[in-house]
Structures are given as C-alpha cells and as structure tokens.
C-alpha cells in the first residue's frame, strides 16, 4: 500500500506525519496505527511529542506533513460524526455546571453513548455526581474528564493519563472494567506513565521520543528489544565499573544499595562478574519488563533499536 | 413593530458538523447522528441553566437596575418616571448581553474548555451560539423583571408596554451579545476581559443616556450618544413605556450595530479557531 493512501479497515492510520511549531519540528515523520479491537499504549518521556500526535490525530492541529486518517476518514469528519472520543490532559471545566449535567451533555452529543452514570461510576467518580463544577480537586476534576470521555464510547478512545488522579488499587479496577466495557471491535489509545499498565493492558506498546517512534511492538517484544535481561546484584563494585563487563549494556545503582545491569547476554555478564568481584551476592536474573526497557530506552539516549522498524526518513 | 430587528448573525455559515457527507472509502461510515441538533439544544439547555446559576449575572441585570430605579425616581412627572423606567430596563437588558457572553467565553477559551468541545462532535460555533442564547435569556429576564417593577410598582407603566419590553429589549440585547462575543474572542485572560467588559458596560449605558437623560447632555457629547446603539435601544424603551411610536430609524442603526458587532465577532472566532 502506498504511503499516502491511508487503510480504511483501521481506526486509526498516521502516516509520515510532521508537524513543526515555528522553526521547532516536534513530530519527525511518524506512523501509528490503531486496528479494530487494539489497546494500544502511547508512551514517552514528557516532551515527546505524545500531546502533539493526539492533537493530529483529533485534527485539533493540521500537520506539516503526512496523511492521517481515523475511522477511514479525516480526523474533523470522525470527531464531527462522533467516532473517536478523547480526554484531553489540560482541559478546564466550565463554572457553575454539576457535573451529572456535564456528563450528560457529552452523552448527549455522542450518536451512541453510555449511561452518563456509568461512564462516572467506571472513572471512580460515581459520588461526584451532583457536585458543582468549581467544588472538584484536581484529583476529581480529572476523573470527572475521564468520564467525559468514556461517556462517548465511541469507536476509537483516547486516554491522556487516565489513571494519573486514581489510587493503585482503583487503577486495577479501573482497567479490568474498561477492558470489558470496550471490548469487541472498539480501538484503545491511551497514554500512560504507569508502564505497568501499559505491560498488562496494551496489546501494542509504541514509544515516542524525541518526535520519532523509538519502538513498536508487543509489551514483550519491546521490554525484550530494548531490555534483554535484567540483573540484579549487591557487590562493592559501582554502577559504572559495572558497565563496562562483557554482555552488560547499562548498569545504574538502585536505590537498595544493589545495582541494576541490563544484559545483551546476561549468562556471559554473570560470569565475569562473578570472577571479577567475587563479594557479589544476592543476585536475581529476571527477563526485562516494559519498565526496564523504558529505563533502558532513556539511558541510551532514546534512539531507535535496531530490531525496530525504522520510522521512513 | 421591531421586526426589522434580527438577530446578529453569529449563527451564519458555521462549520459543518454531523451532516458532512463522509468521503468515500468509509466503509465504517454507517453510524450516523441520530437528530444533527440534538447536541447544539443539549448544550444551549446547559448554558441557560449555568446562566440562572450565576448570582453576579443576574446582580448586574436585575438587582442594579431596581436599585438605581429607587434612587433616581424621587422627581418628575409621570412621564419621566415612565422613560427611566425604559431606560433602567433597557440598562439591565443589554448587561444581560455582555455579561452572559464576553468574560465567561474567554475563561472557557483560556481554559481548554472549547478545545475539549471542539474534540467532540460540538462544534465550539455551538458552545458561541450557547453564550449568545443565554445573553439574551438573561436580557428577557431582566427586561420582564424590571418592566414588572414598573407595572405594578409606582411607575404605573401598562400591560402592553411591559409585553414590548420583554419582547424589544431582547432584540436590541442582540448588540451587546454580538460585542460580548467579540470581547470572548479577543482578550488573553478572563480578568481583563471582565474589565473590558465592565468599561464597555459603563461607557456605553452613561454616553447612550441611559442614566442621565441624553437631551442634558451638553451639545458635542450629544452626538456622541446619537452614534451609540445604546441611546438608539433607549429611544425604543421610552416610546414603548411613554406610548410613542417607535422609530424606524432607531431600529435600523440598532440592526446596523447588530451586523457589525456580529460580523466582526464572527471573524474574530474564525481566525482564532483555526490558530489554535
């Protein structure tokens, strides 16, 4: 398929998408796509880009370059015929409104929407029905936003941080009901700094930095792309000394006293270190997780991992 | 009698919202809105409700008009009592249109609230055309509330001149909605688009003469006042509360300023909708 003909089949098609602000360029040519009954989980260092791509995608901003396409059409078409529903990070609510009264209105512009008190109930909100809009914490105010958004249940959602206000064990709750709600051919975006979340809800993981996809794949693909292994020992050694042994690709001290080696080829790496510091005890070898490769990610500079595709020039 | 009076076109040519006919290769394209205006009735119906909440709102439009009633109603003879009567009410009316209107709209622009809107199938023309239903709800009720003082309280005012109010009041409120809109549009922060708002307020109710009879006036700031739509609103009042006829010519610069403030209001919105 050539590069300019989006595929109407999915929910979501970015494709070469650039956008500049001013002489800043903050997009670099990126694709991202959403299928049909997709969870997918958009992560990235703040500053990435991951505002500015969901600003594209909902046509709030027109991109330099590149074609984007949601639900098959253009993104003012999918917004107007109410096919993609977003929660936007920053979003005031308006003064002397409750907010059933805002839940309901959202309800109300969406062709078919959930019940306004169920969309509350699923954000953790459900008590906050007959308050008044200025009475909210930030906390509230943003679940309440959250709910603005699943009250839509629309095709394609989009979640900025939707679990940012919410206690760990609401969070759990929170994605085992979403999970339900939405299942079926309805397609999942969501942005998250929980990587857990994004390990245990996504069924792709696409990381953005620096404007450019740095990686694309499964939750595991990705932790092992990126990761490898992880390695975990308490020696006399620091991180840095650390770094330099054979198979090791990064080292850093953690908190505990231990320090964290991620290995290209941890059976090698353990043995030299097992030699070379021979005090190093309370040694743990576990496969990285999506957090790992994120901390791995972010050492090395972000740049893109060879078994990767690489975003087109 | 005032039917030359239209309302200004802030609702004309908006963006297309759910009757854009989708391009082809939508194979997913089959769910449709069900009633394209539901969402627009659904958000007025919230803005007139958030309108009756708003205690500073109806301070301005109702209370002040009342108060400054009392105050100014100790001489004169029946007929004067009648005029600053239609000029209180008129006072109260177009309050209505900029207070609902031009500090609430930026608040909104300035928090994200219209960006989120214009995430969903609302077009933000919706969340303007909100405001300016709400203007003139607030000036209908500021209207009925003032002329029902002047009804049953010592101004003696009848029945049918407190009906033209009501319903003349709101239509020449189409003026300051159209500037409430434009004031919405144009400042960065809601403190200096309250302070305009409030300038724009008093400036143009003293310079109308709609606090001091405008024939006091000295000469040169008379003409000033025949310019200002607010003097033209307040000629309406008074024929209607005095038993005079109306003039076309009033009506017509106050349609004039409708189109204006309107137009300009609308460009204003265009160009800030698509920056962002």
């Excluded at chain 1, 998408?17 to 903050?26: D, L």
């Excluded at chain 1, 009475?135 to 936003?145: D, F, H, N, T, Y």
């Excluded at chain 2, 969903?120 to 300016?132: C, D, E, H, N, Q």
Aim: charged share 20%; hydrophobic share 45%.
């Amino acid at each position: 398929m050539s590069p300019t003909s989006p595929d109407p089949s999915l929910l979501l098609d970015l494709r070469g998408v650039t956008q500049r602000y001013g002489r800043t360029t903050v997009l670099h040519g990126i694709d991202l796509r959403v299928a049909p009954g997709e969870a997918v989980a958009l992560l990235g260092p703040n500053g990435a880009g991951k505002s500015t791509a969901v600003s594209v995608l909902l046509g709030l901003s027109r991109p330099a370059e590149g074609t984007v396409s949601v639900c098959g059409r253009t993104p003012d078409h999918a917004v107007a015929a109410g096919c993609v529903g977003a929660m936007l990070q920053d979003a005031g609510l308006p003064d002397n409104t409750k907010v059933g009264q805002l839940v309901s209105l959202f309800a109300a512009i969406y062709p078919d929407p959930m019940d306004p008190r169920r969309a509350l109930e699923l954000a953790d909100a459900a008590d906050l029905w007959d308050r008044g809009s200025h009475e909210l914490s930030g906390g509230q105010a943003q679940r309440v936003r959250l709910a603005l958004a699943l009250v839509a249940d629309p095709e394609l959602l989009i979640l900025d941080e939707p679990t940012a206000a919410m206690d760990p064990q609401v969070r759990r709750t929170f994605w085992d009901a979403l999970r339900g709600q939405i299942g079926g051919d309805r397609g999942l975006l969501f942005a998250t700094h929980h990587l857990d979340e994004a390990q245990a809800v996504a069924d792709r993981v696409v990381v953005l930095a620096g404007g450019r996809i740095v990686a694309d794949g499964t939750p595991a693909e990705v932790a092992a792309r990126a990761g490898g292994t992880l390695l975990r020992v308490r020696t006399e050694a620091v991180a840095a000394e650390l770094a330099a042994l054979p198979g090791v690709r990064t080292a850093v001290d953690e908190p505990d006293g231990r320090a964290a080696l991620t290995c290209s080829d941890s059976d090698r790496a353990l043995r030299v270190l097992l030699e070379t510091y021979p005090d190093a005890r309370e040694i743990e070898v576990r496969p990285a997780d999506l957090e790992d490769a994120f901390l791995t990610m972010a050492a090395e500079g972000w740049s893109a991992t060879p078994a990767t595709t690489a975003p087109e020039a | 009698m005032t039917t030359d009076l239209r309302p200004a076109p802030t609702t004309s040519g908006t963006t297309p919202m759910s009757t854009t006919a989708p391009t082809a290769a939508t194979a997913r394209s089959t769910r449709a809105p069900r009633r394209p205006l539901t969402p627009t009735l659904a958000y007025v119906r919230l803005e007139l409700s958030r309108t009756v909440r708003n205690p500073r709102a109806i301070l301005f439009t109702v209370m002040v008009p009342i108060l400054m009633l009392l105050v100014f109603s100790g001489g004169g003879d029946a007929d004067d009592k009648k005029a600053l009567l239609a000029s209180m009410a008129a006072y109260g009316a177009i309050g209505g249109g900029l207070f609902a209107t031009g500090p609430r709209l930026t608040a909104e622009r300035v928090s994200g609230w219209l960006r989120q809107l214009r995430a969903t199938p609302l077009s933000p023309t919706a969340a303007i055309v909100g405001k300016g239903a709400a203007g003139l709800l607030l000036a209908l009720t500021s209207a009925f509330i003032v002329g029902a003082v002047g009804r049953f309280g010592g101004t003696d005012i009848s029945t049918t001149a407190w009906i033209g109010l009501c319903v003349a009041l709101p239509l020449c409120a189409t003026v300051t909605v159209g500037l409430g809109l434009l004031v919405g549009a144009s400042f960065r922060s809601p403190e200096t688009a309250q302070g305009a708002t409030m300038l724009s307020y008093i400036g143009l109710s003293a310079l109308g003469g709609l606090w001091v009879p405008p024939d006091q006036f000295p000469t040169w700031l008379q003409d000033v006042a025949h310019v200002l739509p607010t003097f033209h609103i307040g000629e309406v009042a008074r024929a209607i509360t005095t038993g005079g006829t109306v003039g076309l010519g009033h009506c017509a610069i106050i349609a004039l300023w409708a189109v204006v403030l309107g137009g300009a209001a609308t460009v204003a919105w265009r160009r800030g909708t698509t920056v962002r």
